[in-house]
Structures are given as C-alpha cells and as structure tokens.
C-alpha cells in the first residue's frame, strides 16, 4: 500500500512561483507513473501533469509552459514546479500513483493511490 502525502502549496501573488512535492511512503515509486491533478471549488477534479517511471511527461494545455514534473526516484518523491502562476490555478492540489508498469495517463480514474492533497492560492 503506497502512502503519498503532498506539501509545499500556499497563498502566493499572481505571477509567483510554488513547488510542490509528494513523498511516497509505505511502497516503491518504482516502475510506478505519477499524476498530478487539482480541483477548484465548484469543479471538477482536472488533470495537471503526469510522468513516467524513465521521465517521460505531459501535461494540461493550460499549465504547458509554466509547468515541469519531475521525480526522485532514489527518493521516492515527485514535484511539480509551478511558475507564472494565475489566480485560475488556485486549488487542493494532489499526486496520484499508478499501477507499475503503465504510461502517461491524464484520466484520475487510471491511478490507484491518491494523497490528501495540498492547497495552493494565487492572489490577484
């Protein structure tokens, strides 16, 4: 059972920057694609980035460009680096984890382990 608990949100400027973090605990990141999604209150959870366990990436349109994943994998943690932030990504912000062995995958119902989530706020 993998355990994922994320850090590093907060209230920044528009324009700001946050990195955000997931360390995993209880089980190996090991072969494992990672998610980052975040739901704004009154909508629907939305996909942010995803990678692969080699380092392959994507992301949502609206975050290309001020957006980069990236992982640990000796440490077992995954970021998300946040730039240019707008107060439209304002959000509980949370990583998800696959099963091994699977790619890139923007749909939340494809991740099986999921953290509680760290707020970000972006003031205008």
């Known amino acids: 059972q993998v355990q994922l608990v994320e850090s590093g949100g907060g209230l920044v400027q528009a324009g700001g920057s946050l990195r955000l973090s997931c360390a995993a605990s209880?089980?190996?990141?090991?072969?494992?694609?990672m998610g980052w999604f975040r739901r704004a209150p009154g909508k629907e959870r939305e996909f942010v980035a995803a990678?692969?366990?080699?380092?392959?990436?994507t992301y949502t349109n609206s975050v290309k460009g001020r957006a980069t994943i990236s992982r640990d994998n000796a440490k077992n943690m995954v970021y998300l680096q946040m730039n240019s932030l707008k107060p439209d990504d304002t959000a509980v912000y949370h990583c998800?984890?696959?099963?091994?062995?699977?790619?890139?995958?923007?749909?939340?119902?494809?991740?099986?382990?999921w953290g509680q989530g760290t707020q970000v706020t972006v003031s205008s």
């Open positions: 998800a984890a696959r099963r091994p062995l699977l790619g890139l995958s923007s749909n939340w119902l494809e991740y099986d382990y």
């Open positions: 990678i692969t366990w080699k380092g392959a990436t």
């Open positions: 209880g089980g190996s990141l090991n072969y494992r694609g």
